[in-house]
């Protein structure tokens, strides 16, 4: 399976980007949690926010009122709603896929930058 992110950029503080992830997984998609993970250099990944196979969301403290994931299902794709970004959202976002099925894997995407400065 690949995941390929998109959206990244620069951004002023406040403002906004729409994140993009588009998998191969093909009929596993569907039966995948998809998640969004950043890394700012430096520092371990971190959740910012995943969605349930039904899509259900589940965000980080930093994320809630301000993020929103989404999924596509027939386009195999998962979104974030980035608003009102601060400079402290500066980080890699990358895009993951864990598998409910058989056997249970983990892809990663290559990430895509998102740089919030004046």
């Known amino acids: 399976v690949q995941l390929q992110a998109s959206g990244g950029g620069l951004v002023q503080p406040g403002g906004s980007l729409r994140l993009s992830c588009v998998s191969s997984?093909?009929?596993?998609?569907?039966?995948?949690?998809m998640a969004w993970n950043r890394q700012v250099s430096g520092k371990q990944r971190e959740l910012v926010a995943e969605?349930?196979?039904?899509?259900?969301?589940k965000y980080a403290d930093y994320a809630n009122g301000r993020f929103t994931i989404s999924r596509d299902n027939a386009r195999n794709e998962v979104y974030l709603q980035m608003d009102r970004l601060e400079p402290e959202d500066t980080a890699v976002y990358f895009c993951?896929?864990?598998?409910?099925?058989?056997?249970?894997?983990?892809?990663w995407g290559e990430g895509t930058l998102v740089t919030v400065s004046s």
């Open positions: 993951e896929a864990q598998e409910l099925v058989q056997p249970y894997h983990n892809w």
């Open positions: 997984g093909g009929s596993r998609f569907p039966l995948s949690i």
């Open positions: 969605i349930s196979t039904d899509g259900k969301p």
